[in-house]
């Protein structure tokens, strides 16, 4: 089945503690984003990656890192958490660069 | 950076009528268009696409509309159903995969 798996899916931690949301896709898909979702402000994009080694920023990357070392995993990275990120946080991933995007089922992150 | 927005955060429509929930955006240079249906709890999903060069496109009971001129974008449901109740979120790419949501519309169907 094609699809995009993210974990965890639920993560509760404190500020300042190191965390890694995996993400991974099946479809071979050369690009890959992430976004974060907060009510009021929808969906909005905060790195991308067009291929291997090739990344972005999108419009909200300050507090982010990300790699792209194999085509199927594009994990995002909290280097020092703050609750200011807490956020409801979807990768995605397409074929080409303009196309319909497969969204993951979202991880939900409380940094207090 | 270009801006997007929807014109009603909600929309309240009768089971079987028609919903049109619209979208603004600000680039002219925007050339790729999207809609997104999400679902409570669940991600984003595609529902229907529109490039620059076209300015209407069909689905299966669904319409998106493109008016270049004004920078406007439409999503039109036919027969509007129980199962189609959601936020509903238009997308604008300009180059690569840069993408710029709108906040969504709450499609609400009453049964």
């Known amino acids: 089945e094609a699809q995009v798996t993210q974990n965890p899916r639920y993560l509760i931690t404190v500020t300042g503690k190191k965390l890694t949301v995996t993400c991974s896709q099946n479809?071979?898909?050369?690009?890959m984003s992430w976004y974060r979702q907060d009510p009021g402000l929808g969906l909005r994009q905060i790195y991308y990656s067009m291929n291997v080694e090739v990344t972005d920023k999108g419009d909200v990357p300050e507090g982010y890192k990300v790699s792209r070392k194999e085509k199927r995993n594009f994990p995002l990275i909290l280097e020092s958490p703050s609750p200011n990120q807490t956020s409801l946080y979807f990768c995605?991933?397409?074929?080409?660069?303009?196309?319909?995007?497969?969204f993951g089922p979202g991880t939900r992150l409380t940094v207090t | 950076g270009e801006s997007v927005g929807l014109h009603l955060p909600t929309l309240s429509v009768q089971e079987g009528d028609n919903s049109i929930i619209n979208c603004a955006y600000s680039?002219?240079?925007?050339?790729?268009f999207i809609w997104y249906k999400q679902e409570s709890g669940k991600g984003p999903q595609f529902i229907i696409d529109?490039?620059?060069?076209?300015d209407k496109r069909q689905g299966q009971r669904v319409t998106v509309l493109l008016n270049k001129t004004v920078k406007h974008l439409s999503l039109q449901i036919a027969a509007t159903q129980p199962g189609d109740s959601a936020v509903y979120f238009c997308a604008v790419t300009e180059g690569y995969q840069k993408v710029t949501f709108g906040t969504g519309t709450k499609l609400q169907v009453i049964p």
């Open positions: 995605a991933s397409s074929l080409g660069d303009r196309g319909e995007q497969y």
């Open positions: 680039n002219s240079a925007s050339d790729y």
């Open positions: 479809m071979n898909h050369e690009y």
């Open positions: 529109i490039r620059s060069n076209m």
